[in-house]
Structures are given as C-alpha cells and as structure tokens.
C-alpha cells in the first residue's frame, strides 16, 4: 500500500472517531480511558498520526458498540447495537470470532509453557 493511501486511511479513521466521541458526547479523556488509553494516544489517532490497528477498533467496538468495521473501513453500519439494545448478528459474529482466535493463541501459549515446564522439571528430577 502506498504512503499516500495509508495517509488517506488513517485520516478517515481519525474523522469517524472524532464523530464518535462528539456524538457520545465524550472528552478525549473519557472516551481513551474507558479503552485503556492515555489521552496522548488517542490524540495521536484523531489527529491521524496513528492507524487504527483492528485489535484496538474491537476494543472500542465492544467498550462503545460501535461496529469495527465502520471504524476500520467507514463501511457498513456505524453501531453494531440495534434500537432494542442487542447487538447486531454480523457485529456478534464478528467479536465472537475474534475472541476465539485470542482464545486459542493463549490456550497455544498455555500448552507451550506447559511442555516448557515439564522440560525443566524432568532437567531438575535428574
């Protein structure tokens, strides 16, 4: 991808959540501490200096129930939550996939220690 492209994206992400945190009716500090993030940080996204990374647009997804996508891409609807306060069939999906995939790479990690510490044991039982 070109620099001009990334430069491009990262702009229109830094207007959707500029939009999202006048229309919750937030201050940059409000809206960065409830994901965990300093005010400085999320400067660095509104102001476009940073590109929004997918882990962090689910972050605010599940914290705001903004859809991911539209933060990502400005495609799609812009609240994964309906009028009746469910959360909308694409946007479950969506987050139950990921926190599938983070399940199994720390159920991976937890198996590799595992093994590592059954190394180490059986150098000591020596």
């Known amino acids: 991808m070109k620099e001009k492209e990334i430069q ?7 207007e959707r959540i500029k ?4 229309e919750l009716g937030l201050t940059q500090k409000k809206f960065g501490e409830a994901i965990g993030m300093s005010p400085q940080n999320i400067g660095a996204y509104i102001s476009g200096r940073r590109k929004l990374s997918e ?7 599940v914290t705001y129930g903004v859809s991911s996508d539209w ?3 400005g495609e799609g609807d812009k609240f994964a939550v ?10 479950y999906k969506k987050l139950s996939d990921e926190i599938e ?3 199994t790479e720390a159920q991976s990690q937890i198996d590799q220690g595992m093994r590592k510490l059954k190394e180490l044991k ?3 039982e020596q």
Not at 8 to 14: C, D, F, G
Not at 55 to 61: F, K, M, N, P, V
């Open 8 to 14: 491009k994206i990262m702009k229109e992400q830094a």
């Open 19 to 22: 939009q999202l945190i006048d």
């Open 55 to 61: 882990g962090l647009a689910a972050r605010i997804s």
């Open 71 to 73: 933060l990502l891409t």
């Open 82 to 91: 309906s009028s009746d306060g469910e959360l909308k069939t694409s946007t």
């Open 101 to 103: 995939s983070h399940f």
């Open 122 to 124: 059986s150098l000591f």
